[in-house]
């Protein structure tokens, strides 16, 4: 790294306008904050639902010029930039389900926005970085800001142990990772991403690699847990069934995309002169992963808790694109991770919906006669759940053909087997809920179920089309996936 | 656009319309999916024509990309083996939504547009020529099928839909991982080409690849068809599924895993074909006398005749796997055979039902002298289910036997054996609800055929007897697709099984 400072071109500054511009909001946010009236806090919301908007239209505006910035320690490629729209997508969908949640729980405020873009700030940072020290930055900006969200109601029993929970386990894993990346510092003399990978071809200068190997393993254990994948899930189902039902959304989707992310960007640059060292160990955490996560969400009657073990099974699926480490595989993953965003996020909308306040019904019998009450709201419950089952004409069904694909292509014949009999375990707990909406009927005693508010009702809808849509023309991602897949290196 | 797309789009277009309909306003939305399943109907038997001219080659074909990585075409087209398949499903349509009128009372709406639904799903299976498109049509006529069950059957309908549902999902699981191994061999899903690639030598399966395929396709359509012992969701499925549901079941979504294995397994894997026959002629045997002895101990109807099912597709896959051409022609004729007559058993049993609210053998006796008509229907299906000469079951057995007897006498010998048991359990059914003594539970509640229901069974009865006299209206198409992957087959025949055949 030079030592001396050289002031950023406007090039790199205009790469990374999305964050600055974000940073600048969420900050005005804060500041805001303490002045507005208590009447006054819908415009947080419309702030971060602004800013957000700008944010992607800065970054496809960027990908016209991709390359690296701040003395190569950050990069915007086509890989970059689908992951950071991707996130901004997110948040933009939490913020339209969140709106109403807080107004019911008495807890609007503008924090609850900062925070959130400042966690999509750090995601933004993880998936564009180019060299080890930015993505701990990046991973911790995010992690910190799910913390504070996970606890966000602080008057809330539940939320406060999943926030403890998830701090304490969280910042072992971010630990671990940190030491890693110490210890690949030492090992190869750089934390570049591009650089670790010429020192590890370079076969005059071969790290000793029982100390790579153990390196490699620290990273692996503090991504691994971020992305929740064996035998580091055993956070996740606590985590995600104490915090408010709009952060569980949100930390299913993007925190995990972008570890994602940065997953593959480590595995697929830096270390991928390494790679018939590491894919066996994916390899069987990704087939643990599945089965831990499906076979324990057969079991679960609450539907938070039954929908972050069924997370945990997906990233399994992710994690065997992982295994892969083929072009396909990348693309696959950024596939699979774009429609889970979609069809997660519309599931955890309608649960937001139906648990009303204080979350009191969100166990699956709640949902009981959903059919009947609201008939569209169900309808669409039932095409997030065929997707995540995986039937055709979803988006849930791509993500997952184009994942087993990738599996084939890579001759890990197996792996694809027992993924897909896992899929069918998975439609059992998902066709219980759909058991539960359509074919039981609405329980007496029920209060009646309002009908859902505006901003719920456009992100069910939205997530919903684009669910159908991707089942149907897949390409119009995939293609952008399969052309972003390439990674600088 | 041809005829054939204007017929997938008819019943999926009507599927959208009837969810916009008013839910308070049942009548009209019987009478628009009616509307619509008869024009869905009326344009189907203009595919009839064109593709009886030339029932080898392809009619009706289109085949445009859908998806461009991988390659997957929307690629449909109709020969003489899906032609009658697909009539099939377009005929029982308006049948089963005339048999609802009365009995569907809750929830009117969706039950009619899940109908429409199931005849789109149905007929994509039937008239896809692209690996990935067949798979995206067998999942998405699950769906409706899960509904029906779920939300309309009988006290255990949620046990069985799920049932139902899981079986064929871990067996489509299966199928798919082979097709996509398949596409990776030889980057195409296109199931002409596939076996055009193979006939020429540019795709060859290795022994072992050939039998893994095999099975993941066989094992997913077995399930379905259900090949005993994989038979055990069907009994369920449809004991619990309300009339309609079963005899689209019956009728039609068995008819998706024996066409499977015609169109799919038999052109594409011809040697594993070869090599497994015999054990899959095992199982057929052993499902047709297993199907029919359990049958006869039901004590509920419609359970018997699920149990009479698995026996009678136990003849259907009996001959597909004799890889004679009678056998061949035998088993497709007893696919629609079948459809019809079972259709109609499940429909009879139905309108009883409706009657006395019972389907215990047991709550009946004697019904024959208040309602003589419905009980002569009955027995005039019965009889065409057993195998009667000169109605349309009798055809079909003839030929099946004739081909399983043609490879193996023993084969047709132990066959026989369930045709027999076959007279037994039904007659001694009809005996049982329709002569003897009459209850008074029966004698005050049991009116006789009303004219709509005359509506839905008499276009049945027609069928069952047109198709018993007057088959070469229909086995000539049949006969000239099934030669033409019989040709496949025999062409990869185990050196013994082509001298056989030589010496014929």
Known sequence: MPASFVPPSPQELFRFAPEMLMTVVATLIMVMEPLSAPEGKRKFAVMTFLALIAGIVLTVMGTNDPGTAFSKMLVLDGFAAFFRILVMVVGLLIVLISTNYLKLEQHESGEYYAVMLFSIIGQCLMVSANELIMLFIGLECSSIASYVLAGYLRDDKRNNESALKYFLLGSFATAFLLYGVAWIYGLTGTTNLSAIRTTLLDPTNHPNLVMLGAATALLFVGLAFKVSAAPFQMWAPDVYQGAPAPVTAFMSVGPKAAAFAMFLRILMTAFEPLKDRWEPILWVSALATMIIGNFAALRQTNIKRLLAYSSIAHAGYVMVALTTHSEIGTAAAMFYLASYAFMNIGAFAVVTYVARRGEKHVATQDLSGLSQTQPLVAAMLTIFLLSLTGIPLTAGFFGKFYIFKAALDANLIWLAVLGMLNSAVAAYYYLRIIVVMYMQPPAESAEELLAPSAGIRVAILCTAIVTLFLGIFPSFVLDFAGRSASLIR | ?504
């Not at chain 2, 009619?59 to 109709?78: A, Q």
């Not at chain 2, 199931?118 to 769906?143: A, M, N, P, Q, R």
Request: proline letters at 5%.
């Open chain 2, 1 to 504: 656009m041809n005829l054939l797309n204007i017929l997938l789009i008819v019943p999926a277009a009507g599927f959208l319309l009837t969810l916009l309909l008013p839910k308070d306003n049942p009548g009209l939305v019987r009478n628009f999916t009616l509307f619509v399943s008869l024009i869905a109907f009326l344009l189907s038997l203009g595919l009839i024509g064109p593709v009886l001219a030339n029932p080898q080659q392809l009619s009706f074909e289109s085949n445009s990309p859908w998806i461009e990585y991988p390659s997957i075409r929307y690629h449909v087209g109709l020969d003489g083996l899906s032609l009658w398949l697909v009539i099939l499903s377009t005929f029982l349509t308006p049948i089963v939504i005339l048999v609802s009128w009365k009995y569907i009372q809750k929830r009117v709406k969706e039950y009619y547009a899940f109908l429409l639904f199931l005849l789109f799903g149905v007929l994509g299976v039937f008239v896809s020529l692209d690996l990935f498109l067949f798979f995206v049509f067998w999942e998405v006529s699950l769906v409706p099928m899960y509904f029906l069950v779920g939300i309309w059957g009988h006290d255990k309908r949620i046990y069985a839909a799920v049932k139902f549902f899981l079986y064929t999902m871990a067996g489509s699981a299966l199928m798919l991982i082979a097709m996509v191994y398949l596409y990776n061999k030889s980057g195409t899903f296109d199931i002409p080409l596939l076996m055009d690639m193979m006939a020429k030598g540019r795709l060859v399966l290795t022994g072992t690849e050939g039998f893994w395929l095999f099975m993941a396709f066989f094992v997913a359509f077995a399930i379905k068809v259900p090949l005993f012992p994989l038979h055990t969701w069907l009994p369920d499925a449809h004991g619990e599924a309300p009339t309609a549901g079963s005899v689209m079941l019956a009728s039609v979504l068995l008819k998706l895993g024996t066409y499977g294995i015609v169109r799919i397994c038999l052109p594409l894997f011809p040697e594993a074909s070869h090599q497994n026959a015999r054990w899959i002629i095992g199982l057929a045997i052993g499902g047709i006398i297993y199907g029919a002895l359990v049958a006869m101990v039901q004590p509920n109807m419609k359970r018997l005749v699920a149990y009479s099912s698995v026996s009678h597709l136990g003849f259907v896959i009996l001959g597909v796997f004799t890889f004679t051409q009678v056998g061949l022609d035998g088993a497709v004729y007893q696919m629609l055979n079948h459809g019809i007559s079972t259709g109609a058993l499940f429909i009879l049993v139905g309108m009883l039902y409706e009657r006395r609210h019972s389907l215990e053998i047991a709550d009946y006796g004697g019904v024959g002298t208040v309602a003589p008509w419905l009980s002569t229907m009955f027995v005039i299906t019965t009889l065409a289910s057993v195998g009667l000469p000169l109605l349309n079951n009798f055809v079909g057995e003839f030929l099946v036997l004739q081909g399983a007897a043609e490879r193996n006498f023993l084969y047709a010998v132990f066959a026989a054996v369930g045709v027999i048991l076959s007279a037994v359990y039904m007659l001694w059914m009809v005996q049982r609800t329709f002569y003897g003594e009459t209850p008074d539970a029966v004698k005050n509640h049991f009116s006789d055929l009303s004219l709509r229901e005359w509506g839905v069974i008499l276009p049945l009865i027609a069928m069952m007897v047109w198709m018993g006299i007057g088959s070469s209206s229909f086995l000539p198409a049949i006969s000239a697709s099934d030669s033409k992957i019989l040709s496949v087959v025999q062409s990869k025949a185990p050196v013994a099984g082509k001298e056989l055949a030589n010496a014929r």
